[in-house]
């Protein structure tokens, strides 16, 4: 298991408050949606939630990775950084162009995680090449 210091631990229940509170905005609108509007926006009411998540995780992941409380220092170098986001960015472009079919009969189905696990790998990578850039050029 991975030992934090104070710093890490206090972005970490932070920035996991707020995807809390997201996860929660989110599965309100939802709620509100499917109770007065009566519309479902995906195949099955329990892909809804799993995809109501991935705003939240996301959230959180950029901004710890942003805060420097997901890594330890230079635990990650930048090269293996691009490679993850080229991997997401693969991923992402495969599903896009290649890949099963992400909506039907205008409903999200569930093929769209796919898209969303390798926007989430490049945007972790994107983030975290952008913030290296800056410590470097502060230096």
């Known amino acids: 298991m ?3 210091d104070e710093y890490q631990k206090y972005y970490n229940y932070k920035y996991g408050f707020h995807s809390f509170n997201i996860l929660m905005f989110l599965i309100f609108i939802n709620l509100s949606l499917g109770t007065f509007l ?5 195949e ?9 998540v991935f705003p939240a995780i996301t959230y959180s992941l950029i901004m710890n990775i942003y805060r420097g409380s997901y890594y330890k220092k230079n635990s990650l170098s930048e090269l293996h950084s691009f490679f993850i986001g ?6 992402s472009l495969w599903t896009i162009f290649l890949g099963p079919d992400i909506l039907s009969d205008g409903q999200i189905t569930s093929n769209i995680i796919f898209l969303l696990l390798g926007s989430i790998w490049f945007l972790g990578a994107l983030v975290h090449l952008t913030k290296s ?4 050029r502060r230096k």
């Open 2 to 4: 991975k030992q934090y």
């Open 86 to 91: 080229l991997w997401g960015l693969g991923f």
């Open 44 to 52: 099955t009411k329990e892909l809804e939630y799993v995809l109501l």
């Open 38 to 42: 009566e519309t479902q926006w995906a």
């Open 133 to 136: 850039i800056i410590e470097k």
